[in-house]
């Protein structure tokens, strides 16, 4: 399931009402809660401050809250739009400022919902990923050939070591790139696996 990255802000206007949507992680009730007192505070005259969040692998805790608005058009539609965003371990604050002109029931259930669906659209995500981790020993002629080889190949350097020869320990989401290698490398290289690590990466849109 798709993660944010990082807090994200989006904001749109209907009917002269303006919608600021904040998403942040969060990991625990009390992350969730701390953060909507910390956007309540930031926004001290706004008419009104509705969030939602779903906690947990498999959302396991999910609460919505409509903040003065009529009840069930502001929180429970921001709720299902990370429902189906199938997002987890996030918290949504929807700021409104009234423009002076009624929306009803149903334009509420609307704003609220295509605030939190269009700051999750634009919003940087992760997910997580199965990658394979590796140790390559190579000669020191090979550094430019293998360097674009690993680039070019959707592969994470983490570690780079200069010596007798040089040492690269890289992860990447494919496991058959060791032919490939030695190909390049004439069979000089030694590869070795060290194993599969899940990791989140951002989701490019």
Known sequence: MPRLKEEFMNEFEIEKSRF????????????????????????PNATHHCSAFLIGEHSELQRSNDDGEPSGTAGVPMLESLRMNKMNDIVAVVVRYFGGIKLGAGGLIRAY?????????????????LTYKYSLTFSYDLIGKLDYFLAHHDTEILNKVYDERVTYVYRSRSDDLNDAIQEIASGSAEIIFLGEEIVEQEIIK
């Open 20 to 43: 600021i949507c904040y998403l942040n992680r969060a990991f625990n009730e009390e992350e969730a809660k701390a953060y909507i007192l910390r956007i309540k505070k930031l926004h």
């Open 113 to 129: 919902s295509k605030s939190v669906s269009e700051a999750i659209k634009l919003a940087p995500l992760t997910d997580k990923v």
